[in-house]
């Protein structure tokens, strides 16, 4: 497979989910680069913004299998990861396994629960393994969470620990459509009394597991010149030594974004990454990783605006 067909192949699951979701493109665009990269995606919006919706049809065009938690305050760690159950019959133990035994797990509302509930998910995110009673269950090298929170509320959620956070690839706001795209909305599904679903909506799967594998590894051949591994580390530096950051990027953050930035070349139908890959994905893969100092929060700062100060302060390659 080639750098092309990658981007064909990206160009049509996009095409699918367009189906039933309306607008959004730059979300289904960073949930391609997640794809191919392995990573994950909290999704944070307000509600009615379609980010259930648009979590199944992406699972639905990418040929993947789809699952979903809905998270509340009384979700315990082996509704999630599932349990070993005495069996009278075999006088055994059997696996009973979880919903997070599929390929794309939606997360629905993570920060609804407790902290000991949400860092079940910490295994299986960054190693795509479970271990029950002393047991390791690999899950499949696809697994991917798409997570989501509502941004609004603040009563009964419970913030997600700074582990948990760093293993999310991308944080990605989800705004209200504007007024074209509303209207379209409602002409579309206004009229639908049955439940809407990928399924009811026409969105078919175009990808399967083997040419998935083959764009996965067509993403790790992309070239990552030495000078832009170098524009990488500066930049996630930058963020530790920024007197307006509390806490900065970690290293997984910098291998992270050299990661997504091949995948976003490959997307886009090169086999090289330019320092366009990066910046076009820095702002979404470092918010959710930074902290504001006092000062900062005081004056009211936005870390998506420091973050775009310290790209416009860091030399890039030419």
Known sequence: MTVNDVQALGQAIAGEVAKAVVGQEGVVDR????LMAGGHVLLEG?????????????????GLDFGRIQFTPDLMPGDILGSNLF??????????????????LLADEINRTPPKTQAALLQAMQERCV??????????????????????????VYPLPEAQLD????????????????????????????RIDALRM?????????????AIATVATVTIAPEI??????????????????????????ALMARAAAA???LAGRDYVVPDDVQAIASDLLRHRLLLSPSAEIDGRQVDAIVADIIAATQAPR
């Open 31 to 34: 949930l391609l680069i997640a």
């Open 46 to 62: 307000p509600p009615g913004t379609a980010k259930t919706l648009l979590a199944q049809c992406f699972a639905r065009a990418s």
């Open 87 to 104: 069996n009278f019959q075999t006088s055994s133990f059997t696996l009973t396994r979880g919903a997070i035994f599929t390929e794309v």
């Open 131 to 156: 271990t029950l009673d002393g047991e390791t269950h690999i899950l499949s090298p696809r697994f991917t969470v798409i997570a989501t929170q509502n941004p609004i509320e603040s009563q009964g």
């Open 167 to 194: 293993r999310f690839l991308f944080k990605l706001s989800i705004p209200y459509p504007n007024a074209d795209e509303e209207r379209r909305i409602v002409a579309a599904h206004g009229k639908m009394f049955e």
């Open 202 to 214: 026409g969105v078919e799967p175009v990808c399967d597991a083997d040419r998935l594998t083959g």
């Open 229 to 254: 591994v170098d524009y990488i580390v500066a930049l996630v530096r930058a963020t530790r030594e920024s007197p307006d950051l509390a806490t900065g990027a970690s290293p997984r953050a910098a």
């Open 264 to 266: 976003a070349a490959a």
